[in-house]
């Protein structure tokens, strides 16, 4: 694979970099994405009756359930190259914000302390009621586990379809976004709002984007690069064709 020899200048300045990261850097850790066709969590499960607070609030069992089952499967998995080329894109970038919609905390694993994640962290889990954290819970009890302060029922810090984003996560984002002189949208389907405008408005300040992706998304005709395959092959490269 070869790089533009502008984009390697670009970067080499080095830029203010904004990086964005979906479901899709994590796929080859061997975690399953949301949209894919076939293998995507939401192609077997309809995200509105899992993954909601009218969902939570009508079977809390079941929706505790499945976050058990997905906190399980994430505690197997470890970062891929992808994962670590962009941990050590940080290195070189001083001015370098990672935003994630994952809640797998691979990005923290891969050596990101600071970051931004737009959708929680499904090892965080708090009470629906009073917000406190809880620093120890069962995941294989009985019923739901209950907040040790107020007595409400302990829920995944992960923003649910129809909640607000953290407020101050989304606009550390946006300035971010507004900001910077390179944007990166990394295994996004962009379509999951307000993450996806994030690329848009960076476009629309005269940011450079870059697309690392599998496929085309809405995205697409509006990067300026544009690099059609898996991240954890394409980042490690691009890290070595810069800075190796
Ligand atoms: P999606 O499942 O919607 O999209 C994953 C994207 O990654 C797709 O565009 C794939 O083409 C691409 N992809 C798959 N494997 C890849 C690889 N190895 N390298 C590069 N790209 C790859 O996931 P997200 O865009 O993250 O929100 O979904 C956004 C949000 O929708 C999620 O955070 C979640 C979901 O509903 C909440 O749960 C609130």
Known sequence: MTFDPELISLLRVPPKLVALTGAGVSQESGLRTFRDAQTGLWAQYKPEELASPEAF???PKLIWDW???RRE????????????????????VPEFTLITQN???LHRMAGHQKLIELHGNIQRVRCADCYTFAEAWGDDTESVPRCSVCGG?????VVWFGEALPRDQLE???EAARSCDVFFSIGTSGVVQPAASLAF???NRGAVVVEINAEPTPLTPK?????????GEILPRLVEAVWG
Request: hydrophobic residues 45%; without cysteine.
């Open 103 to 105: 809640v797998d905390g």
């Open 67 to 69: 976050y058990a089952w």
């Open 153 to 157: 029922l302990l829920r995944p810090d």
């Open 172 to 174: 550390a984002a946006i």
């Open 223 to 231: 990067a300026n690069y544009v690099f059609h395959g898996k991240s």
């Open 201 to 203: 408005a960076a476009h």
């Open 73 to 92: 499967a994430v505690k197997g998995v470890r970062p891929n190259p992808g994962h670590y080329a962009l941990a050590e894109m940080a290195q070189r």
């Open 57 to 59: 609030r009508r079977d």
